[in-house]
T-cell receptor, first 110, second 115 residues
Framework: QKEVEQNSGPLSVPEGAIASLNCTYS??????FFWYRQYSGKSPELIMF????GDKEDGRFTAQLNKASQYVSLLIRDSQPSDSATYLC??????????FGKGTRLSVIA | SAVISQKPSRDICQRGTSLTIQCQVD?????MFWYRQQPGQSLTLIAT?????????ESGFVIDKFPISRPNLTFSTLTVSNMSPEDSSIYLC????????????FGPGTRLTVT
């Protein structure tokens, strides 16, 4: 089973700071990478995806990919209390459409 | 994105019984998936529900325990059979479109407790 690894957290950041969430994956053949956000008691929602090395920005969110290091990260600028959630990294692997990491719980402190 | 509903939203069931969970989408979608999320854990794919044919199960999941139906492009069911307390979990369906199956949209989930 290919693996997707994340620090479980919790990661606590003050309001307005940058939150940095990291993910490593074991399948060198993976070509696309996804970030899902899951609020407590809710289902996951897709917030970002990235296919190419480098950075991809969408509003306050930036996804960063380094395929050589098998590393993908999510930066959240100007963090808000409403960003407090669990962030799940997901990677296609073999015939499995998505393999999810265990998620990093983010807490933004007002 | 699609609007996805699941029924029931939660249930408490006795050991040895079975529960069928329904997933309804408001538009035709190519791919439908069933996941399990155990307490404090991440999502694990159970199977891909294929329209008009048998579901494709992931390693560790079998049809006898988790039979799946998908009679059309907007509806699927997952049955959890002969339940034990270890089956207590949240079960989620998700959908994806052809060529973009990794960009999945999830239903609200069914919280199952087995006593």
């Amino acid at each position: 089973q290919k693996e997707v690894e994340q620090n479980s957290g919790p990661l606590s950041v003050p309001e307005g700071a940058i939150a940095s969430l990291n993910c490593t994956y074991s399948d060198r053949g993976s070509q696309s990478f996804f970030w899902y956000r899951q609020y407590s008691g809710k289902s996951p929602e897709l917030i970002m995806f990235i296919y190419s090395n480098g950075d991809k920005e969408d509003g306050r969110f930036t996804a960063q990919l380094n395929k050589a290091s098998q590393y993908v990260s999510l930066l959240i600028r100007d963090s808000q209390p409403s960003d407090s959630a669990t962030y799940l990294c997901a990677v296609p692997s073999g015939n499995t459409p998505l393999v999810f990491g265990k998620g990093t719980r983010l807490s933004v402190i007002a | 994105s699609a609007v996805i509903s699941q029924k029931p939203s939660r249930d408490i069931c006795q050991r040895g019984t079975s529960l069928t969970i329904q997933c309804q989408v408001d538009s035709q979608v190519t791919m439908m998936f069933w996941y399990r999320q155990q307490p404090g854990q991440s999502l694990t794919l159970i199977a891909t529900a294929n329209q008009g044919s048998e579901a494709t199960y992931e390693s560790g999941f079998v049809i006898d325990k988790f039979p799946i139906s998908r009679p059309n492009l907007t509806f699927s069911t997952l049955t959890v059979s002969n339940m034990s307390p270890e089956d207590s979990s949240i079960y989620l369906c998700s959908v994806g479109r052809s060529g973009r199956i990794h960009e999945q949209y999830f239903g609200p989930g069914t919280r199952l407790t087995v006593t």
